[in-house]
């Protein structure tokens, strides 16, 4: 679960590890703030620092157009987004994708609760990828 090529990997894969006891514990069919409860729990027990329901400025041409709240932000640096769906679709990656851009953050996590095992996908704003282009020993 923790590859160290990547960034953050060893917060990123706390964090899985986390969803992972939560997921085994409840199962699947609960709602979403269920599984945000219980994570939170599992990541306090894993002494992670986190802040849930975290108030973020989204930016447009730098002139701030409003606020978002991500689900959790995670060492201010990774941002988790939670869903409880049977399934989950490209809508909510692009979502989740496109919250990490206007959060101007590296990093995060899309992790599904609601489906028979859990789900998780590591997001990467490519923003950052580009600006690290000419330097290939960062990812």
Do not use: W
């Not at 729990?41 to 620092?49: F, G, K």
């Not at 919250?99 to 490519?126: T, V, W």
Request: glycine share 6%; with cysteine; hydrophobic share 40%.
């Amino acid at each position: 679960m923790i590859n160290n090529k990547y960034k953050y990997s060893d917060i990123t894969g706390k964090i899985i590890g986390c969803a992972m006891k939560v997921h085994s514990a409840l199962g699947n069919g609960f709602q979403e703030v269920i599984y945000q409860r219980a994570l939170a729990i599992e990541m306090a027990d894993e002494n992670l620092s986190f802040s849930r329901e975290h108030e973020m400025p989204i930016y447009y041409k730098q002139q701030h157009i409003g606020t978002r709240r991500v689900d959790f932000l995670i060492e201010d640096a990774v941002s988790v987004e939670l869903k409880a769906l049977t399934k989950l679709e490209d809508v909510h990656l692009a979502q989740a994708i496109n919250y990490l851009e206007a959060y101007d953050l590296e990093i995060g996590l899309l992790i599904n609760f609601g489906a028979k095992s859990l789900q998780f996908k590591r997001l990467i704003n490519k923003k950052f990828m580009q600006k690290n282009q000419g330097n290939p020993k960062i990812k």
